[in-house]
C-alpha cells in the first residue's frame, strides 16, 4: 500500500538559515509527488509539484527514486515560510496520499 | 488561478440530524471531487472520489451510507453527514481536479474546509 512519511512533526529555525522538510514515500507505481502548504486560517494551496520541477517561493524539491524521497528545501528561510507543509503522493484514480504535516516555525 | 467554495465554514448540529456541506468550483468544471476529513493535530484522510454523474467511491472503513456523495453537475458536490454524532466532528475538506485538462492545468484546488461540531 501507499504511505507517505514526514518524519518531523515540528521544525524551527531561524530566519536566513537553511531549511529541509523531509518526506519519504512508499509507493510501487511511478510517483507523482507534491507539496502544499497551509498557511495560518488559509486553505490548503499547491507549493510544488515534482513533474514541473518548478522553484515556488525559493522552495525547490527533487525526487529521489533511489531513496524514495522528496525532500523540500529552501537555502533561506524567511518569516512569511512558517506554515504547515504536507508531502503528498498521487495513486490510482488521481487520488492524493498525504503525509502527517510539518509544522515550520521561521524564528526572528 | 482555480478557486474552489466550500460551505459552511462551521456548523454546529444536534445529534442524530444531517448536515449537507457544499463544495463549488467557481471557474472551472470539477470532473472530479475529494472529500477528506481531517482530525486536530492529523493529516488528511481521503473518504471518497467522485466523478461527475457517477456514483461516489469510497475508502475503505467510510460508511457510504452514513457519507452521502452526491456530484451532480461539473461545478458541485455535495457531503451529507446523515444521522450525525459526536463522533462525526471533525474538519471536512473537498478538493477538485479538472481531469480532462490533465494535471498541468490545474492540479488539485482545495476548498477552505468545513468545521462540524456534533452536540
Known amino acids: 500500500a501507499q504511505r507517505v512519511t514526514q518524519p518531523e512533526k515540528l521544525l524551527s529555525v531561524f530566519k536566513g538559515a537553511p531549511v529541509e522538510l523531509k518526506c519519504n514515500y512508499s509507493y510501487s507505481g511511478s510517483p507523482e509527488l507534491f507539496w502544499y502548504v497551509q498557511y495560518s486560517r488559509q486553505r490548503l494551496q499547491l507549493l510544488l509539484r515534482h513533474i514541473s520541477r518548478e522553484s515556488i517561493k525559493g522552495f525547490t524539491a527533487d525526487l529521489n527514486k533511489g531513496e524514495t524521497s522528496f525532500h523540500l528545501k529552501k537555502p533561506f528561510a524567511q518569516e512569511e515560510d512558517s506554515a504547515m507543509y504536507y508531502c503528498?503522493?498521487?495513486?490510482?484514480?488521481?487520488?492524493?496520499?498525504f503525509g502527517e504535516g510539518t509544522q515550520l516555525t521561521v524564528n526572528p | 488561478g482555480a478557486v474552489v467554495s466550500q460551505h459552511p465554514s462551521r456548523v454546529i448540529c444536534k445529534s442524530g440530524t444531517s448536515v449537507k456541506i457544499e463544495c463549488r468550483s467557481l471557474d472551472f468544471q470539477a470532473t472530479t471531487m475529494f472529500w477528506y476529513r481531517q482530525f486536530p493535530k492529523q493529516s488528511l484522510m481521503l473518504m471518497a472520489t467522485?466523478?461527475?454523474?457517477?456514483?461516489?467511491?469510497?475508502e475503505q472503513g467510510v460508511e457510504k451510507d452514513k457519507f452521502l456523495i452526491n456530484h451532480a453537475s461539473l461545478t458541485l458536490s455535495t457531503l451529507t453527514v446523515t444521522s450525525a454524532h459526536p463522533e462525526d466532528s471533525s474538519f471536512y475538506i473537498c478538493s477538485a481536479i479538472d481531469l480532462l485538462r490533465g494535471l498541468s492545468f490545474n492540479g488539485y484546488t482545495f476548498g477552505s474546509g468545513t468545521r462540524l461540531t456534533v452536540v
Open positions: 467522485s466523478n461527475e454523474g457517477s456514483k461516489a467511491t469510497y
Open positions: 503528498a503522493l498521487e495513486t490510482s484514480g488521481s487520488r492524493l496520499t
